[in-house]
């Protein structure tokens, strides 16, 4: 069962589905030919261990950081408080960015986006979109 939950420009979408891990260098080759679509600003990918992160504009480094970890933080308190089962993604629409977050294992994943880009395209290349 999928449940969603919105308000004011931030969607979270749960699943009650186990969702499967990908490796960590899979995940950076898909996160690297995101990045080459159209209106992707960037990604940050972070584990226990390490963490990647390749941003057009690295001045604002520390706020998509700030923005990627309050998100995944946001959406894993709100599943527990609204009882949505486990998170399948999370996406923030800002003014002038989106941005995606979800989680793979142990791995956290933000894509940050120009509004106009494609989210679908870029869901389904993380192999996380279930439409």
């Not at 941005?99 to 989210?119: H, Q, R, Y």
Request: charged share 25%; no cysteine.
């Amino acid at each position: 069962m999928t449940k969603k939950k919105q308000a004011e420009g931030v969607t979270a979408v749960a699943e009650s589905v186990a969702v499967e891990t990908i490796p960590m260098e899979d995940l950076k080759a898909s996160l690297q030919e995101i990045k080459g679509y159209d209106g992707v600003i960037g990604y940050i990918l972070r584990n226990s261990t390490s963490a990647a992160i390749d941003l057009k504009d690295p001045s604002k480094l520390i706020e998509y950081a700030i923005l990627s970890s309050s998100s995944i933080d946001a959406g894993e308190e709100l599943s527990k408080l609204f009882h949505l089962g486990a998170v399948k993604h999370i996406v923030i629409d800002g003014k002038n960015i989106r941005a995606l977050s979800l989680t793979s294992g142990e791995n956290k994943i933000s894509v940050f986006l120009e509004k106009n880009a494609d989210l679908k395209k870029v869901l389904e290349k993380l192999n996380f979109f279930r439409g």
